[in-house]
C-alpha cells in the first residue's frame, strides 16, 4: 500500500521527525486558507500523485510542473486551480497519467545540501538496515550504479534495536558535525522507531536536507507497509487511495485475491505464488505473454474463483484463459464449481484451459466435464501452456 506525500508527513509529525510544516488541500479555497497558514514563509504547491517526476511532469491541460513555488497565498490557490481535477503526466505515470484530487501546500526552504536516508528490511538478513548517502535528491540506484563507495549500509540487530554508537558512525559517514550530529540523530532514532511502530517495510527519505539555517530536515518520503500487519493499524489502512490504483487490483483486495495486471493477452488463475511465477513463467516459454498474476490463495471458495474470472475479463487485452490449480488444501472439485458457474454467468467465449491436480481433482474434472462448456483440459502445466497459447493464437 502506497500513500500520498501529504500523509507520509503526518506520520512524521506523530513520530516527531523534523519536516517542514503544510497541509493538504482539496479545493482553490482550502489552498488559500493553507497558504494564508504560511504567511511570511516561502510556500510549496505540490501536485499528491503515487508516481515520482512530478516536477518535470505536464499536465493534459497543457499546464507544466506539479511542484511549484508561490510568492503569495493567491498564487498558491491559483496554482491548485490549476492543478485541481486535473491529469499529470510524468515518466512514471505513462501516458495515461494521474488525476490530480489533492494539492500539498507546505512550508518552503532553502537547501544548503541533500542526502539519502532510508530504513528498510534486508532480504538477505531479514533484518533491518540503514542505507545512507551524501548523494540525495537523485535516484538511488543510480547512485549505487555509477558512486557505489557513496552508499552507506548500516544493518540494526532486530532484538538489540538501533544502537547510538551506529548513530554516531553514520552521523560522521555523512559529514554532520556538532548540533547538525545531533540532530540527525534524533531524526534517525524517530525515524527507526516509526519503521517499528507502523511496521513499515521501507521508509525512505528522499532528499533529508540540511537548509543554511543549520535545520536537518525530512523532505519528501516514500513508505511501504507490511500487508500483513495492517490490521493493526485502522489508521494508515484509512490513508488508502483508491483511485491511484488499478481498479481490478482494488476489486482483487475485497475478495482477498492477490492480482497484479501485466501487459500480455493469456491470463492466469493459478493457487500459490511461486506456482503463479512458474505459470507465468511456461507461458512465455511456449510463446505466449501472461495478462495478469493471479493467486487465489490455499483454501479460495467458489465465490473467489467466480470473482478472479470476473476481474480477469475485466482487461479487454485478455484473450484466453489458463487455469492451473494444485490442490493441497484446496478442493479442485470447488475450484470446478466456481469455473464453471463463473463461466457461465458471465456467458464466457474465450479459450479456457483447465490443469487440475491433487486433492478431489476427479471430482473436479468430472465437474468441468459434465457442465457442457468449452473447456479445455490438460494433465501438466507444460501442456495446458501449450494448448492456451495455441488457442490463442487460432483464434487471432
Do not use: W
Not at 532480504?123 to 563507495?149: C, L, Q, W, Y
Not at 516514500?222 to 493493526?232: E, G
Request: charged residues 20%; negative net charge; aromatic residues 6%.
Amino acid at each position: 500500500m502506497n500513500i500520498h506525500e501529504y500523509q507520509a508527513k503526518e506520520l512524521f509529525q506523530k513520530y516527531n521527525v523534523p519536516t517542514p510544516g503544510g497541509s493538504v488541500a482539496g479545493t482553490p479555497e482550502e489552498a488559500l486558507a493553507a497558504a494564508q497558514a504560511l504567511a511570511g514563509k516561502t510556500i510549496v504547491v505540490k501536485a499528491q500523485i503515487h508516481a515520482g517526476g512530478r516536477g518535470k511532469g505536464v499536465f493534459k491541460n497543457g499546464f507544466k510542473g506539479g511542484v511549484h513555488l508561490a510568492d503569495s497565498a493567491e498564487k498558491a490557490a491559483d496554482l491548485a486551480k490549476s492543478m485541481l481535477g486535473e491529469v499529470l503526466v510524468t515518466h512514471q505515470t505513462g501516458e495515461a497519467g494521474r488525476l490530480v484530487n489533492k494539492v500539498l501546500i507546505a512550508e518552503g526552504v532553502d537547501i544548503k545540501k541533500e542526502y539519502y536516508l532510508a530504513v528498510l528490511v534486508d532480504r538477505e538478513t531479514k533484518a533491518p538496515v540503514i542505507i545512507a548517502s551524501t548523494e540525495g535528491g537523485v535516484d538511488i540506484e543510480h547512485v549505487a550504479e555509477h558512486h557505489p563507495e557513496k552508499i552507506i549500509h548500516v544493518g540494526v540487530h532486530p532484538l538489540a534495536g538501533l544502537q547510538p554508537y551506529q548513530i554516531r558512525t553514520l552521523a560522521s559517514q555523512l559529514g554532520f558535525k556538532g548540533d547538525q550530529a545531533k540532530q540527525f540523530g534524533v531524526l534517525l532514532s524517530n525515524v527507526y522507531k516509526l519503521f517499528l511502530g507502523a511496521d513499515c517495510s521501507q521508509v525512505e527519505i528522499n532528499p533529508l536536507v540540511e537548509t543554511p539555517e543549520g535545520r536537518i530536515l525530512a523532505l519528501d518520503a516514500k513508505f511501504n507497509f507490511d500487508d500483513n500487519a495492517l490490521y493493526r493499524h485502522p489508521d494508515i489502512v484509512a490513508m488508502r487511495d483508491t483511485t491511484e490504483e488499478d481498479p481490478r487490483e482494488v476489486a482483487a483486495s475485497e475478495f482477498n485475491l492477490n492480482y497484479i495486471g501485466l501487459d500480455g493477452n493469456i491470463a492466469c488463475l493459478v493457487n500459490g505464488a511461486g506456482l503463479a511465477m512458474a505459470t507465468m513463467d511456461i507461458i512465455q516459454h511456449f510463446g505466449g505473454t501472461p495478462a495478469n498474476f493471479l493467486d487465489v490463495g490455499g483454501g479460495a471458495s467458489k465465490d473467489q474463483v467466480i470473482a478472479a474470472f470476473k476481474i480477469i475479463l475485466g482487461d479487454a487485452n485478455v484473450k484466453g484463459i489458463l487455469v492451473n490449480i494444485f490442490g493441497g488444501i484446496m478442493d479442485c472439485d470447488i475450484i470446478a464449481q466456481g469455473i464453471v458457474a463463473a463461466a457461465r454467468e458471465v456467458g464466457l467465449s474465450l479459450p479456457l484451459v483447465v490443469r487440475l491436480e491433487g486433492n478431489n481433482v476427479a471430482a473436479g474434472l468430472a465437474t468441468l466435464n459434465a457442465s457442457g462448456l468449452k473447456i479445455t483440459s490438460a494433465t501438466t502445466m507444460a501442456e495446458g501452456a501449450r494448448k492456451i497459447v495455441a488457442e490463442v493464437k487460432a483464434a487471432a
